[in-house]
């Protein structure tokens, strides 16, 4: 019911109503309430209602007049189609489903491999099916002359019904009609095998084709059809084939005319061949393509006479000679079969080797592999490598892109193209082949839709990754893993930053040098085993190269209590230990960071900190804003003093490795390069000569000088760069001066002495008398001026 309008009017708004339209002008009062009426009903269902209130005032009402009961089909609606432009729809199909036109060449020849599996389950109840037609087979043959591609079949066939049905019929997938009748007939079974699923894959042959041909021939018929249509068009056209030479005695035939655009790439026989191996690879059925090959014949040939001498014919001597011809035949393209497909056990080691030179075309053996098949929520076939050496470029490492993982649905190739679906960074060193039979593609098959599935595929195959690796680290062979952590140990690591919930299974990976390995690398499992009951952290050091971290002086106080420090000598290294936190309930402690705690140590002397008080004070007066304070240090022996950086900050080696990253923001230098921190070592002979210097005369030039040049030692040695290089050095220049001065003999009037000299070897000069010599008139005979 429409809604109803109603509202008080007076006298005078009374008077301004009108009747309704296509009705006869009658007086105002009337038209609003006529007298004995009480109402008005418009021809057109409008109807006004007047009742006089109280005074002047009318109350008016208006309701729209509509069915008082609606019927079954108005309150249900009518159901409508879609309706389509069937050219539009061709043209989004073939130009906005497929990034690359080469895939159309895979779409037909799933089609084909569809066609003959079709037949080989028909052929089960009924053999009379499979008597003729020979082999179940894909031939494909190109001809550049003509610019054609013909790809025949001997599978099932089509009759007319069927080609209207199939290919008629845009997005009507015979396959899946076929798998449904498959699953109703139990007796029958399914099959995981039949690629098709959309029903558009045929029409990816107008990619490259502007006139399709299609002659087919089912067991079921007596006739053979031909279907034809042309790109760009709505319509097609079904015809009896009625030439004797194109019959066929099963299956189908297309015959592709290629645009004048793509002729020459995809008519060429090579291409065509390497289009078969890249994405059909492993269909089950051969597949034959048309290959121009060489051979070298005999042939018979007149022997030369020689010169001077003249021969009959009859006396010519037949001889044969050698000759390279070309001709064309067929090659199976498919010869590789699909490994994962046959049981782990019966496959031999040399053979997945094989496989997996033949698929990634490498020269080297895998370090390791594994074969595995998940079946469940998912299931899936995978065979999975860990290649013999690193990336050869640059561009390989850490790349996402690496088309390293090969994924097949059905064993045909779909993509090797993945940002990290199936895959994460840090393991795209990792190479191999994918096969689910329920992947959750797009249309065009190219890309891996985001879902539930992959989630947890990607959860599996990482997990056999990592059980793949650890058998390698396992091995009583040491020397395969070490060949594997010096090709992909920066992968491990960079899993240490991204990957936080597999921490447990990348940290036992990790191998470090450490104090008491130089030599060879150790696990952090070996690091716990040899750490004393007392030591509660693992404690690391983080510097530019080994040399550095063996001399470096935060390690004195450790080395000298026996406790093993981790050398961290790759940029990734204190990144990765920083993301850990902790291993196996022990915490990473970094040596050149404040607060170092080394948990046996004894309790300070109070006595000799308060002797150095006075001097920390006075040489943070000295050294002002350069330093946060000046403390008595807990981890030196042997050199007076060090810089360590604060507990939050950044240390001098990652302050270094900041400093020089091309994109890095300058302004957050000074926020987290954090406080420093001056240590000196109280036991030191030149310490201790400072802290006599300031309280026997603490406005010494020459001791001030020796505080400056102390904190520019410190600041290289533990590993930060100096400000003023150049100022450094003219400080060092001046301290040499004043150690080395006159200590062989130099006498203070030395300069005097030797302008002297100079003085009297020039007055000397003057007297002596030049004596001219004369040039030889002696010639040696081998002088070429000589007369």
């Known amino acids: ?88 729809l061709m043209d989004l199909i073939v130009h906005s489903l497929y990034s690359h036109k080469e895939v ?123 279907w034809e249509a042309v790109a760009d068009s709505s319509s097609y056209v079904i015809k009896e084939e009625t030439d004797p030479e194109k019959m066929l005695t099963r299956g189908t035939q297309i015959t592709l005319f290629l645009r004048p655009d793509d002729k020459y790439e995809f008519a060429d026989p090579s291409r065509i061949q390497g289009l078969v191996k890249n994405y059909s690879q492993f269909v089950s059925f051969p597949i034959y393509t048309w290959q121009e090959k060489s051979r070298t014949v005999e042939v018979e040939g007149e022997e030369e006479t020689k010169e001077g001498e003249e021969a009959t014919e009859g006396e010519k001597q037949k001889k044969k000679k050698t000759i390279t011809e070309k001709y064309w035949d067929w090659e199976l393209a498919n010869e590789t079969k699909p490994i994962w497909m046959r049981n782990p056990k019966e496959i031999e080691k040399t053979e997945y080797n094989e496989f997996y030179k033949k698929t990634f075309n490498e020269f080297l053996d895998p370090l390791a592999h594994t074969h595995f098949t998940t079946e469940g929520e998912v299931e899936f076939r995978s065979v999975l490598y860990v290649p013999g050496m690193a990336p050869l470029s640059n561009e390989e490492i850490m790349n996402p892109k690496t088309k390293n993982i090969r994924l097949y649905v059905k064993r045909v190739f779909i993509s090797d193209d993945f940002d990290g679906e199936l895959f994460p960074r840090y393991l795209s060193f990792v190479k191999g082949v994918v096969d689910s039979n329920d992947l959750p593609l797009n249309v065009s098959r190219e890309i891996l839709q985001e879902s539930r599935i992959v989630r947890i595929m990607r959860k599996r195959l990482v997990r056999k990754t990592f059980d793949m690796i650890e058998e390698i680290a396992e091995k009583e062979d040491k020397e395969d893993y070490k060949k594997f952590w010096e090709s992909f140990g920066k992968f491990i690591k960079l899993g240490c930053i991204e990957d936080t919930g597999n921490h447990k299974r990348l940290a036992p990976l990790l191998r470090f040098y450490s104090s008491k390995n130089e030599a060879d690398a150790i696990s952090l499992d070996q690091y716990v085993e040899n750490m004393p009951e007392s030591q509660k952290a693992i404690y690391y050091i983080a510097t530019d190269s080994l040399q550095s971290a063996k001399t470096a002086p935060f390690l004195e106080k450790l ?14 290294d204190e990144v990765a230990i920083q993301n850990l936190q902790t291993y196996k309930e022990k915490k990473f402690v970094d040596i050149s960071k404040e607060d170092l705690e080394l948990g046996d140590e004894e309790e300070e002397n109070k006595e000799t900190k308060q002797e150095f008080t006075l001097l920390c004070d006075w040489v943070k007066q000295q050294l002002g804003d350069k330093v946060a304070k000046v403390q008595i240090s807990k981890r030196l022996s042997s050199s007076p003093c060090v810089l360590v950086s604060g507990k939050f900050g950044w240390s001098a080696n990652m302050e270094r490795l900041m400093k ?118 002696v010639r040696p005979e081998s002088d070429p001026w000589r007369d």
């Not at 109603?6 to 309704?20: D, E, F, H, I, M």
């Not at 006004?48 to 609606?77: H, I, N, Q, S, Y």
């Not at 079974?189 to 990619?207: H, M, P, R, T």
């Not at 080395?559 to 990734?572: A, F, G, H, S, T």
């Open 660 to 777: 020089a990253q091309t994109l890095g923001d300058t302004s957050s230098l000074e926020f987290m390069r954090g406080r420093r921190i001056f240590e000196i070592n109280p036991d030191h002979p030149i310490i201790k000569d400072l802290n006599a210097a300031c309280k026997n005369e603490p406005e010494s030039t020459e001791a001030k000088r020796a505080v400056e040049l102390l904190y520019e030692a410190a600041l290289i040695s533990s590993g930060y760069t100096p400000e003023s290089p150049a100022e450094l050095g003219g400080k060092i220049y001046e301290m040499m001066a004043i150690a080395l001065g006159g200590r062989w003999g130099r006498s203070d009037t030395g300069e005097a002495e030797a302008t002297g000299e100079a003085s009297l070897v020039a007055d000397s000069s003057e007297d002596t008398v030049t004596e001219v010599i004369e040039p030889s008139e």
């Open 559 to 572: 080395v000298q209590k026996d406790i093993e420090v981790l050398y961290l000598v790759e940029p990734i």
């Open 1 to 88: 019911m429409a809604p109803a309008m109603s509202g008080t009017l007076g006298a005078s708004s009374v008077a301004a109503l009108r009747p309704c339209a296509g009705r006869r002008a009658q007086p105002a009062a009337s038209s609003v309430a006529p007298r004995g009426s009480g109402a008005v009903r418009c021809s057109r269902g409008v109807r006004w209602e007047a009742e006089r209130g109280r005074g002047r005032l009318f109350r008016v009402r208006c309701d729209a007049a509509v069915a008082e009961k609606p019927t079954e089909e108005e309150a249900t609606g009518e159901e409508f189609e879609y309706q389509a432009e069937v050219s539009r």
């Open 104 to 226: 159309f060449l895979r779409e037909l020849v799933s089609n084909a491999s569809d066609a003959l599996d079709k037949l080989r389950f028909l052929g089960v109840t009924d053999s009379s099916l499979l008597a003729d037609g020979g082999e179940l087979e894909i031939r494909i043959k190109p001809d550049p002359d003509a610019g054609t591609i013909t790809i025949t079949d001997t599978g099932v066939g089509m009759t007319k019904d069927e080609l209207k049905d199939c290919l008629g019929t845009i997005a009507q997938s015979g396959t899946s009609k076929f798998l449904k009748a498959l699953k109703e007939n139990k007796d029958l079974g399914s099959d995981n095998g039949l690629i098709g699923q959309f029903g558009v894959g045929f029409y990816s042959a107008f990619l490259v084709a502007e006139k399709v041909v299609v002659s087919t021939k089912s067991p079921k018929s007596d006739k053979q059809y031909v």
